[in-house]
């Protein structure tokens, strides 16, 4: 029951947030793609993007001591991508990304233990294909399908499912998956939906090779190159990892699901694009706060 009361009072809360923020036709964040169709911020459009885009930017998450015992720090990461579409039908992209973690908590400094890493990312290729359009004076929704698989490099598994928790595998394991977005259109306001599945090929135990994804955005365009949107992700945990019963580091909470709340801008004009975002967690297993700043260049043909 108190599972029922929470996703009541979140469907709330967002419903009136979305409400209190300035009008999305969803024409703005499908040009700013991100890295990973499970990337650092989660859910976007199901347009295609138009023309090719080149994106970078960083991403800064921290993890807080009240989080999970002997889990605090933080991550910084630089994606990179390259997205082509058409605009109407299809989009296929590439992308990776740089990243640094530490974990700071004191039970492993006290214990002279060296708790940080930095690397390349698994190269992610994706396609977007668009099986329905909100086309004018129809009332289909916009219905768009994302295959994508991760390749493993080869200095170590690095994905965000791992950051969560500091416990990157040693394994080069590769990922696949696909996503279901769904979007309408009112005016200048869009409701978009994410439904993902991602199988991780791992034979280690406290993996969870098929993990879902729902994510929820509400966008609402303030001008002719600015829109806002606020959106709700939950991630199931594919990390099980936990410490003895009876250790210091033991936590009930570290199998929770991945939840996030967070509200962005994206900002367009003439083949330049930004996009910032400001993430909070719900959960145990998300981080306190998450901040992410893009740049996002299109060339047109």
């Known amino acids: 029951m108190k599972h029922i009361s929470f996703m009541k009072q979140l469907v709330l809360l967002l419903l009136v947030g979305g409400m209190m923020l300035p009008p999305s036709a969803a024409l703005c964040d499908e040009s700013l793609a991100l890295y990973g ?176 994804l729902f994510g929820l955005t509400f966008e609402y365009q303030i001008s002719e190159s600015l829109t806002s949107y606020l959106e709700f992700i939950n991630n199931q945990n594919k990390s099980q990892e936990n410490y003895p019963k009876g250790s210091y580091c033991y936590d009930e909470n570290t199998d929770e699901d991945i939840r996030e709340l967070g509200l962005g801008f994206t900002w367009l004009t003439g083949g330049w694009g930004m996009k910032f975002y400001m993430g909070t967690g719900l959960s145990h297993t998300a981080p306190d706060i998450r901040a992410v700043a893009l740049i996002n260049r299109t060339f047109s043909f």
């Open 37 to 212: 169709m499970k990337g650092y911020t989660y859910t976007y459009s199901p347009l295609p993007s138009k023309g090719l885009n080149i994106q970078t930017g960083g991403m800064y998450s921290r993890f807080g001591g009240a989080k999970l015992n002997c889990r605090e720090g933080y991550v910084w990461a630089v994606p990179f991508s390259l997205t082509y579409g058409d605009g109407d039908r299809f989009e296929f992209s590439a992308a990776s990304h740089w990243e640094y973690w530490e974990n700071t908590d004191d039970y492993w400094s006290n214990k002279g233990i060296d708790t940080d890493n930095k690397g390349i990312g698994d190269v992610f290729l994706g396609a977007k294909i668009r099986l329905l359009g909100q086309e004018k004076g129809r009332n289909f929704p916009d219905v768009s399908l994302m295959p994508y698989i991760l390749i493993p490099t080869s200095n170590r598994d690095k994905s965000i499912g791992d950051l969560y928790l500091y416990n990157p595998t040693s394994e080069d394991d590769y990922a696949y998956g696909a996503n279901l977005l769904i979007g309408k259109r009112w005016e200048k306001f869009y409701l978009a939906a994410n439904l993902g599945f991602s199988y991780l090929d791992s034979d280690i135990e406290y993996i969870e090779n098929s993990t879902y």
